[in-house]
């Protein structure tokens, strides 16, 4: 998949020539609503003879209209979204940097500029999105404004149990430790990368090493708690039971960035330095301060055969 990065108005040309198939919109978290648009892309661009693209916005608009309070954490960061759009069979990815100059433009320059200026023969969209300076521009107003010169098409809302899918309602159960249910939206597990960085070294003590991850500050991690987890590490991957949260038992309560921390089962070896993956599989308890250093060792090691058991179940 090539990848062009655009930058109105200084950078919003390409060093190729051809004909696109283009899915638009944020698309964080890529989720089945979002696939059904970019799928239908890829078909029309199949049909059309054409190459099939994505076109995307970095940073989340939250970032430029937010008061620094109300920033949205990314369900799929850069890295996460490249995979998975190129696993969806992307020819193309166009990211565009969301600024307020791209923010002020009329639906018309918009058009003008991205969509006819990149010779995109088909526009696939969500019901719901939108463009142009605050919002105005629709999928109507971006057929009405084609000029013949290229095809649109509208994807419906796409349900699960009555309830439109969307990155809103996924945020909402990863804040609920609603790992399973955020799975089954996304068609995928939550994924979490980061590198494994030192720690206090204490759950070695315990007798239950961990991986402690540093991840992305943008990123957004599920609730406090305990978890069933797959752990990637190079081409590898092993049963987890990850605590994401404060350490309550050891802590003071005042300290609230979330650590996570990954007890990798069946694994011996050295991965300091090492960038890894964590698939949050199923939620097992939420955070909880015990009154001995004893009774947390008994409660972890029976969260690792909770963990054992459930993803023995998923491989089976």
């Not at 006819?116 to 463009?131: I, Q, S, W, Y």
Request: proline fraction near 3%; include cysteine.
């Amino acid at each position: 998949m090539e990848i062009f990065e655009l930058d109105y108005p200084h950078h919003v040309t390409i060093d190729r020539t051809g004909e696109y198939s283009l899915a638009i919109g944020f698309f964080d978290g890529l989720h089945k609503g979002h696939q059904q648009v970019i799928g239908h892309a890829v078909q029309k661009a199949a049909e059309l003879g054409v190459r099939s693209a994505v076109m995307t916005f970095n940073p989340h608009p939250s970032h430029l209209f937010g008061d620094g309070k109300d920033k949205v954490g990314y369900i799929t960061p850069y890295e996460e979204k490249v995979k998975v759009l190129d696993g969806l069979g992307v020819d193309v990815l166009f990211i565009v940097r969301f600024d307020w100059e791209l923010a002020s433009l009329s639906p018309k320059q918009f058009i003008d500029i991205f969509i006819k200026g990149l010779h995109v023969k088909h526009v696939t969209a969500g019901f719901d999105f939108t463009f142009g300076s605050k919002g105005v521009g629709t999928m109507e107003q971006m057929s009405l404004l084609s000029d013949g010169s290229y095809g649109t098409t509208v994807i419906e809302k796409v349900e699960d149990e009555n309830e439109k899918i969307s990155s809103t309602r996924i945020r909402s159960l990863l804040a609920a430790g609603n790992v399973e249910k955020t799975a089954q939206l996304l068609g995928r597990p939550f994924r979490t990368s980061g590198e494994v960085i030192h720690g206090e070294k204490r759950g070695r003590l315990l007798g239950f090493p961990t991986a402690n991850i540093e991840a992305d500050d943008e990123t957004i991690l599920p609730k406090n708690g305990v978890y069933a987890v797959m752990f990637t590490v190079e081409t590898k991957t092993y049963f987890g039971v990850c605590n994401i949260g404060i350490k309550p038992t050891f802590k003071h309560p005042e300290e609230i960035k979330p650590l996570i921390e990954v007890h990798v089962l069946d694994y011996e070896g050295d991965l300091y330095g090492q960038l890894v993956l964590v698939d949050w599989i199923a939620h097992i308890r939420d955070e909880q301060k015990f009154s001995s250093v004893d009774e947390l060792i008994r409660q972890i090691g029976r969260d690792k055969e909770t963990a054992r058991t459930i993803l023995e179940k998923l491989v089976e």
